[in-house]
C-alpha cells in the first residue's frame, strides 16, 4: 500500500525530466495482443471533479465491443478504479492512467498538480497527446521573488514547485545612534541593497544556466522589481517572461497560481511564432512540410525538427498496411491491401500517430492555440532537419 505521504513527495518531485521519460515510454511501448486503456481525469479535493464522468466515459466504450473485448478491456479497467478510489492525492488537479492486462500487463498512473480533461480511450497503443499538451504548456520556468530583506528563487516545473533553487536573507545591521548618524545608515543600507541585488543575479544566473531553464519571472514588489530588471545581464533579460507583483510571504502554492498565467502567454506567443516559421519555411520553399500526408511520411523517415500542430486539428481515423507500408486517409479501411493484397491492416487516430511518432524520434512537439497561418495549412506542419531531392511541399 503506497502512503499518501510518498504520493505527494512524488508530485512534488515530478520534474519536466521525469514526464518526458514516461511520455518516451508510453510512445515505445510494444502493441500486444490485449488492448491498453488511456484514461484522463480532472480531480479535486483527492476525487474525481464529476463524479459520474468516469462512468459516463466507459459505457459507450463497452457498447462498441464484443463479449471478448470487453473482458479484457474491463480487466485493464479495474486497477484505473481502485486507483481513483483509494490513492488519489489532495493537491492533484489532474490524472493520466494507462493501464493493460493480459500475459504482458502494464499499468502507470500520472498526478500532477494542472488540470487534465475528461478522456477515456481504448487503443492498441497508449493515447499520449493530452500529455505531450501538458509537456508543451507547462514546462519549466524560474521564479525569483526579491525583497529589500529577503530572496527566494523557485523551481516550476509541470505546474508545480518542484525545488526552492536558493534563499537568503541577509542580516540586518542596526547601528543608529553614537556609532552612525541616520544619514550614514541610509547611506549603508543602500549600498547593502545594491550589493544584494548583484548577488541575487549573480546567483541566478548560474542557477538558471546550470539547469538550462529558459524562462524567469520576476516578483515582488514592484520597485524592487525594476531595480532587479535593470541590473539584469542580458541572457537573463531575454529570459524575462514578466513581472509579477507578490508579497515575500506568498505560500509556494500562491506562487504557481500567480505566475503560471504568464508563463502560458508567453509560451502561446512563442508557439504562434513557431506557427509563423512553418508558413515563411513552406511559402519560400523551405525545410517545413504541411498536411497529414507528408507530415506522416517526413515523422516515419526520421526527418522532422518540430511537429507543429493547432490544438483544434482533428484529422479523425486513418488506416495503414503492415506489410507495404501504404497509408489511406480518405475511403474506409479494405479487406484487403489494394497495393500488396496484404491482410496486416489497420486503424489508427492520426493526430496520435503523429504525437507518438514524433516522441518516438525524439521530435519537439509544438501546439498551437490560435494561429491563422497553421488553420490556413490545414492544421498541421512539420519543421524538417533535411529535405529529399525529389520532395515537394
Known amino acids: 500500500m503506497v502512503s499518501l505521504e510518498k504520493l505527494r513527495k512524488e508530485i512534488e518531485e515530478m520534474e519536466l525530466k521525469k514526464l518526458k521519460q514516461h511520455i518516451r515510454t508510453l510512445a515505445t511501448l510494444p502493441e500486444k495482443d490485449n488492448p491498453i486503456v488511456s484514461c484522463y481525469m480532472m480531480l479535486e479535493n483527492g476525487r474525481v471533479k464529476f463524479s459520474n464522468a468516469y462512468d459516463e466515459l466507459i459505457q459507450p466504450i463497452k457498447g462498441g465491443l464484443s463479449t471478448q473485448e ?41 498526478q500532477f498538480c494542472v488540470p487534465l480533461p475528461y478522456w477515456i480511450v481504448v487503443d492498441s497503443t497508449p493515447n499520449i497527446y493530452h500529455l505531450v499538451e501538458l509537456k508543451d504548456t507547462y514546462h519549466r520556468y524560474v521564479v525569483l521573488i526579491a525583497t529589500r530583506e529577503s530572496a527566494r528563487i523557485l523551481e ?3 505546474g508545480s514547485v518542484t ?58 514588489h514592484p520597485s524592487i522589481m525594476a531595480e532587479m530588471k535593470d541590473i539584469l545581464p542580458k541572457p537573463l533579460l531575454s529570459k524575462l517572461v514578466d513581472l509579477v507583483p507578490l508579497s515575500s510571504k506568498t505560500e509556494t502554492t500562491d506562487v504557481v497560481k500567480a505566475t503560471i498565467g504568464y508563463f502560458i502567454r508567453v509560451e502561446e506567443e512563442e508557439s504562434q511564432y513557431t506557427a509563423e516559421i512553418l508558413s515563411k519555411e513552406l511559402h519560400t520553399g523551405g525545410l517545413a512540410v504541411a498536411g497529414a500526408g507528408n507530415c506522416l511520411k517526413a515523422l516515419k523517415e526520421n526527418r522532422v525538427d518540430t ?41 489508427f487516430d492520426i493526430k496520435e500517430e503523429m504525437v507518438c511518432l514524433a516522441e518516438y524520434i525524439g521530435a519537439e512537439v509544438e501546439i498551437v492555440r490560435h494561429s491563422d497561418a497553421l488553420n490556413r495549412l490545414g492544421g498541421v506542419g512539420c519543421l524538417l532537419r533535411y529535405r529529399l531531392h525529389d520532395e515537394f511541399s
Request: a positive charge.
Open 163 to 220: 525545488r526552492e533553487l536558493w534563499t537568503q536573507r541577509p542580516e540586518l545591521r542596526k547601528r543608529i545612534g553614537r556609532e552612525w548618524t541616520k544619514m550614514h545608515y541610509q547611506k549603508h543600507t543602500k549600498e547593502r541593497g545594491r550589493r544584494f541585488s548583484k548577488e541575487i543575479v549573480k546567483t541566478l544566473k548560474k542557477l538558471m544556466s546550470e539547469a538550462g531553464h529558459t524562462h524567469l519571472v520576476l516578483a515582488g
Open 70 to 110: 470487453w473482458q479484457s478491456v474491463k480487466a485493464a479497467l479495474e486497477p484505473i478504479r481502485i486507483y481513483l478510489d483509494n490513492k488519489l492525492q489532495p493537491d492533484a488537479k489532474g490524472i493520466a492512467i494507462f493501464s493493460r492486462a493480459g500475459g504482458e500487463p502494464f499499468f502507470l498512473p500520472l
Open 307 to 347: 511537429l507543429v500542430i493547432l490544438k483544434t486539428y482533428s484529422p479523425g481515423r486513418g488506416w495503414t498496411c503492415s506489410d507495404c507500408g501504404f497509408i489511406d486517409f480518405e475511403q474506409p479501411i479494405f479487406s484487403k491491401c489494394p497495393i500488396c493484397r496484404g491482410l496486416a491492416l489497420k486503424e
Open 156 to 158: 516550476i516545473n509541470v
